[in-house]
């Protein structure tokens, strides 16, 4: 039994030792003896390559590539092994929540803690770091019992390790019971070992390896005692004997406390002292091309306090060939300005991809830039890790489908499921978009619950208005008859599972319920049918990762039935478990080609034959790492056990000190050049530092510069230095989009951006994106105008539209084009927005006088209960037609309609003073005016030919009669707060009432027989205002402020004996109306602040919204549609608009301007008026 140590520095050349004495033995003997090289399981496929790619080895029979598990199932198959099932880490942490939930009453802290995310993942952990440094329950429990008697300690630790000795030791139990733990076969295989003929007669090389856990260190001493010859390797600048005890602020600390253990080991076990090969350090054949990277391995170490000499390079070397340091702008900058540097080598230096790495420090930082940048620039490459398959159709189908069962059909576990889309049968894989329909119609309604599972078919409609009496439809359309088939795509593999999940009597059943329904929707033949897709689109990985996807979720429900399947556990725990299991699942994927970039983090990746390496991300606090308290037990509890003679892993203080040997190991991995790069910023743009390893390279390589990444070329650059970002044409075109801007606006662009232009311009496959980019250039957000008869074939040669869709017009064209033109709508959501209370306060009033009408009741005699009363009958009446039922789907919703009985209450009380106290009466409700309906639509004939049909619906028309005749008013209920204001009408923003008026007027002798004046328009805020006073008040005072606060807004005519017949109080005497907006003077003249019109005045004005309307049709049917928002004073049109993200206006940009309309006093406005009217 013979033994060595190969140690040396990084880089020379141990483990090309190891495979050359490999290789000599197979080329000598074929079929000899066992060979066995023994590396981590992140390398194995590397050294196995690099075994089996040299020519002269034509077979390998007797050699293997193994880590220490693979070992142990090839010792364990040669001995027969064991009859327990293998259990690996999912089936631990579903074992783990299992066992939590059991004893949670006899735990002191974690008895809840199972339900915490990520508890199980770092109690597991903790385990098994236990298991690796040999620890086992019973010795656990013995260990504390003599702590606590002699030391004492802390009340939390004394709980925390209670409760961690239970679960160990019911853990324990049941693995000993039936299973078989991945990290028990070390212990298994050091055991056997000794049994082995297999490995008796082997050699073994152990490569690769810096430290052993004691788990490792016995199947080692195994290894020596029984095996014909070991050969280990460690990288460790000088031979250390047991005695030795290596400082701590060593360099090879790691590696060489591991020498010391195994010389002390070989000691204890009588075996003859090792051979020790010392590779000498200067004859590094690793950097044979690059004397700079081999003065940095040596001098590394020595490079504190400036003992390091500074690096004189040779006459004929270039040190940028070697060593490159960059700072970025940002991550991206950097991510980016390293792939073109790569490109650069592989095509002008022929460097394959396999023999480039790029490693980080922080994966989580630059795995998704990385992974979006490489496969824009169409580089192959391969994340040296294990993934997360959380993102998964599949995984996140089940842990949907659990939810909907568990969260009783709501919306977005239902959908959750569907967006998978393992729920669209294969023979309508094409009709996805049915779905899309089909979650429409849910959120319009608010369909959930029993609504998905009581088997009636969906006949839900819109309603226009809430006068209609029925919401459903009876006879289903077309349309409905598509919803209701795609509804049972969803429905019926679902509810099928609802029932079995809820029959389940144990987890056996409840696994049997999810594994039917995977059956049920297809999810083998998908899944395959994915792999395929995603091979032929030239995805590789993906196509593996959905071919692994089923065997691992089968692997996981199996464990799940296995440890737990007796188990009768509450939906809500067996949820619990399943993501679990769900989050401990990860994929391990082999590299899909030989020729790709390799990436991985500086702690973990192994690689070889690697001669170009960029490590990203060299910033402070990144490198060196920082340690963060992550597990179970804290550092300083760690230290307690520790000190206390635990065996445990090394605390964050040892592993921070050990930081500075893992980035020896990755700076010294190149052989050919090292690029270093840190971003200035992160991606909020806060500062971030380089990290000191810069300044320590810098201090050894003096002449070396930092060059800065910028993000795109810079208008200061060299032409040479611009051509560095023409890397990639999926990139190079944006780069070009930038110079040509610059150009654009009178800088120059360089002959090279040209030839770049050019050069896209020539290739048919490129110019729709080149044409693309010129015209985002020549881009200005401005619409062209339709062409009349693109008008015509929107909106037709008779336009027929409403007063608020002229209102629209004026506020901004885009806006009405895209609205009336295209009918863009957003989608329907199944709430109580604010003109859905409006559309309730407008029905409850109407309803409230038609019903006095019916009645015969005179609205100013009843008393403020009785108007409380009868409205809030109108509005139990109308609540079920409102929004599907919204008023009566919840207790919330109960509440609001509580509220909103008091509002409409409180407003028929007001109105009810009106009536009291004036003479004008309601003479129609709801009216229509248009072809057909109650009173003729305004008509226009239009200067371009087309006509135009104004129509609509009048809130209320009331009616008087006086010495003048027949006076009529518009009322119009709103509600919030509304004015007339004089200026929104002159430019047309504000035309609705006055347009109502004139069609009263206008029609008044057809509609009632007899001429009529205007009496006003009028705005009635429906409310239920909070009053604030600082002192009492009675209760006459209180209903005189609240009717303030009701008083009307609007404008009336001015005459005394209008304004008393809507106020009889002005009549007895002057002063302000608490109803009306007019104040009146004892002379019975108004007062300056007084809203109204003389007869003349109302002339002018419905002459003016007449001209105005008839203007605004002239410009919608000639194709008018500019992006030109209105702003008068603080309002704007933009304010609550619906379609920012189709015009997407910013008036920071250049041709984005709001159409800015001046303020003007009222004198002034009914001036212009006039004038406007004149002409």
């Avoid at 090879?252 to 590779?279: D, K, N, S, Y």
């Avoid at 091979?535 to 691992?552: F, I, L, V």
């Avoid at 604030?1028 to 005072?1037: E, G, I, R, S, T």
Wanted: glycine share 6%; proline share 4%.
């Amino acid at each position: 039994m013979s033994i060595r140590f190969v140690i040396g520095r990084a880089g020379s050349g141990k483990s090309e030792r190891c495979l050359d004495e490999m290789k000599q033995l197979l080329a000598a003997e074929p079929e000899g003896d066992p060979l066995i090289l023994l590396v981590p399981e992140q390398a194995t496929f590397q050294a196995e390559h690099a075994l089996v790619s040299d020519p002269g080895i034509r077979g390998m029979i007797r050699a293997q590539v193994l880590s220490f598990h693979r070992l142990a199932w090839r010792v364990m198959q040669e001995e027969g092994g064991t009859v327990r099932l293998p259990i690996d880490d999912t089936g631990k942490k579903l074992l783990l929540t299992s066992i939590l939930h059991k004893y949670k009453d006899q735990l002191r802290l974690f008895g809840h803690s199972a339900e915490q995310m990520g508890f199980v993942d770092r109690l597991n952990q903790l385990f098994t770091e236990m298991k690796r440094y040999c620890v086992t329950a019973k010795q656990l429990t013995e260990h504390e019992a003599k702590r606590a008697t002699a030391l004492g300690e802390s009340g939390l630790l004394r709980d925390k390790m209670h409760d961690i000795q239970l679960v160990y030791r019911q853990f324990e139990a049941e693995l000993a019971r039936q299973y078989l733990d991945g990290e028990d076969y070390l212990t298994l295989l050091a055991e056997q070992i000794a049994k082995s003929a297999y490995l008796r007669s082997a050699s073994i090389w152990i490569d690769g390896f810096h430290g052993f856990t004691p788990q490792e260190f016995a199947v080692v001493g195994a290894l020596f005692a029984n095996c014909r010859q070991v050969t280990i390797t460690l990288c460790v600048d000088r031979e250390l004997q047991a005695e030795d005890k290596p400082d701590e602020l060593d360099l090879f600390h790691p590696t060489a406390m591991t020498m010391v253990r195994m010389q002390e080991m070989i000691w204890q076990l009588g075996l003859h002292a090792p051979e020790v090969h010392l590779l000498a350090p200067e004859h590094s054949p690793r950097y044979e091309d690059s004397p700079a990277l081999g003065y940095l391995e040596r001098n590394f170490d020595r490079r504190i306090g400036g003992a390091a000499r500074r690096y004189q390079p040779a006459s004929n070397e270039k040190l940028s060939d070697q060593l490159v340091i960059k700072e970025a702008v940002h991550r991206r900058a950097e991510v980016e300005g390293a792939i073109r540097d790569m490109l650069q080598l592989v095509r002008e230096q022929g460097v394959r991809w396999r023999e480039i790495a790029v490693m980080v420090r922080n994966m989580e930082g630059y795995q998704d830039l990385l992974k979006a940048m490489l496969t824009d620039y169409d580089i192959p490459h391969f994340f040296d890790q294990k993934r997360s398959v959380l993102h998964h159709p599949l995984v996140e189908f089940i842990r949907s489908a659990l939810e909907v069962v568990q969260h009783n059909w709501h919306y977005d576990a239902v959908f959750r499921c569907v967006k998978t889309d393992l729920l669209i049968p294969v023979e309508a894989a094409d009709q996805r978009t049915e779905l899309d329909k089909l979650e429409n119609y849910v959120l319009a309604f608010g369909i959930q619950g029993y609504r998905w599972t009581d088997g009636k078919p969906w006949t839900f409609k819109f309603r226009a208005n809430l006068e209609q009496a029925d919401e459903q439809a009876q006879e289903p359309t077309a349309e409905l008859d598509a919803l209701n088939t795609s509804k049972e795509w969803v429905v019926k593999p679902l509810l099928a599972f609802s029932k079995k999940l809820q029959q389940a009597k144990s987890v056996k059943d409840q696994v049997a319920a999810l594994y039917d329904l995977l059956v049920s929707v297809q999810a083998p033949e998908k899944l395959e049918a994915w792999s395929e897709a995603a091979t032929r689109d030239g995805k590789p990985e993906k196509a593996r990762e959905h071919g692994q996807m089923w065997n691992s979720v089968m692997d996981m429900l199996d464990q799940l039935v296995e440890t737990m399947g007796e188990d009768d556990l509450s939906l809500e725990l067996f949820n619990g478990l399943i993501e679990t299991g769900m989050e401990s699942m990860k994929l391990g994927l082999v590299p899909p080609s030989m020729d790709q970039l390799l990436i991985g983090s500086m702690d973990r990746t192994r690689s070889s034959g690697i001669r170009y390496a960029y490590i990203l991300g060299v910033n402070d606090g990144v490198i060196p790492a920082q340690m963060a308290e992550k597990g179970v037990l804290t550092e300083a509890e760690r230290t307690v056990l520790t000190d206390s003679g635990l065996p445990m892993a090394d605390g964050s203080r040892r592993k921070l000190l050990d930081e500075q040997f893992i980035v020896y190991t990755s700076l010294t991995v190149p052989g050919k050049r090292l690029w270093l790069s840190y971003p200035l910023a992160d991606e909020e743009g806060k500062s971030l530092l380089p990290s000191e390893l810069i300044k320590q390279i810098r201090q050894l390589f003096p002449g070396t510069e930092a060059p800065l990444l910028l993000a795109e070329p810079s208008n200061e650059s060299s032409a040479n230095e611009q051509s560095y970002y023409i890397a990639h044409p999926n990139q190079a075109i944006s780069y070009l989009a930038v110079r040509m801007k610059h150009w654009m606006l009178g800088g120059r662009m360089d002959d090279l951006w040209w030839e770049t232009f050019n050069w896209y311009a020539a290739k048919p496959e490129w110019q729709m994106k080149l044409q693309s980019v010129v015209q985002a250039l020549q881009y200005t957000n401005k619409e062209e105008g339709l062409s009349l008869r693109t008008s015509k074939l929107l909106y037709g040669q008779n336009l027929r539209a409403s007063v608020s869709r002229m209102e629209k017009y004026v506020a901004c064209p885009f806006s009405h084009f895209v609205s009336h033109g295209l009918r863009l709508q957003e989608r329907r959501v199944y709430r109580l927005d604010a003109p859905d209370i409006g559309q309730l306060f407008h029905a409850a009033l109407n309803q409230f006088v038609q019903k006095l009408q019916q009645d015969q009741l005179d609205w100013g005699s009843l008393t403020a209960e009785q108007c409380m009363e009868r409205s809030a009958q109108v509005v139990d009446e109308l609540a079920p037609r409102l929004q599907g039922e919204i008023l009566l789907s919840s207790s919330r919703y109960a509440y609001i309609a509580r509220k909103l009985k008091q509002v409409v209450g409180r407003a028929a009380v007001v109105l009810g003073e009106h009536a009291k106290h004036g003479q004008f009466e309601p003479l129609g409700l709801e009216i229509d005016f248009g072809p057909g309906k109650e009173l003729p639509p305004l008509i226009f004939e239009l200067e371009n030919g087309c006509t135009m049909e104004i129509i609509g619906r009048i809130d209320r028309v009331d009616r008087a009669d006086g010495e003048q005749g027949v006076l009529l008013r518009v009322i119009d209920y709103k509600s919030s707060t509304t004015s007339l204001q004089l200026s929104e009408v002159y430019y047309g923003l504000s035309l609705q009432m006055l347009t109502y008026l004139d069609v009263i007027i206008t029609h008044a002798e057809q509609w009632l027989g007899i001429a009529a004046k205007p009496a006003g328009v009028l705005y009635f805020h429906v409310h239920n205002p909070m009053l604030q006073q600082k002192n009492a008040l009675d209760p006459a005072q209180i209903e005189k402020e609240l009717r303030k606060r009701f008083k009307m807004k609007g404008l009336i005519t001015a005459d005394a004996e209008v304004a008393g017949l809507m106020d009889d109080e002005l009549l007895q005497s002057a002063g302000h109306s608490q109803l009306i907006p007019v104040a009146l003077k004892k002379d019975g003249s108004f007062y300056s602040s007084s809203s109204v019109a003389t007869d003349e005045q109302w002339d002018t004005l419905r002459k003016y919204v007449r001209k105005q309307v008839k203007q605004i049709g002239t410009d919608i049917t000639d194709g008018h549609v500019d992006i030109s928002p209105y702003r008068l004073g603080k309002k704007t049109a933009c304010l609550y608009c619906s379609y920012k993200s189709i015009c997407q206006f910013d008036p920071l940009f250049e041709g984005n301007e709001l159409h800015v309309l001046k303020q003007r006093g009222k004198d002034q406005l009914w001036s212009d008026l006039e004038q406007e009217v004149s002409h």
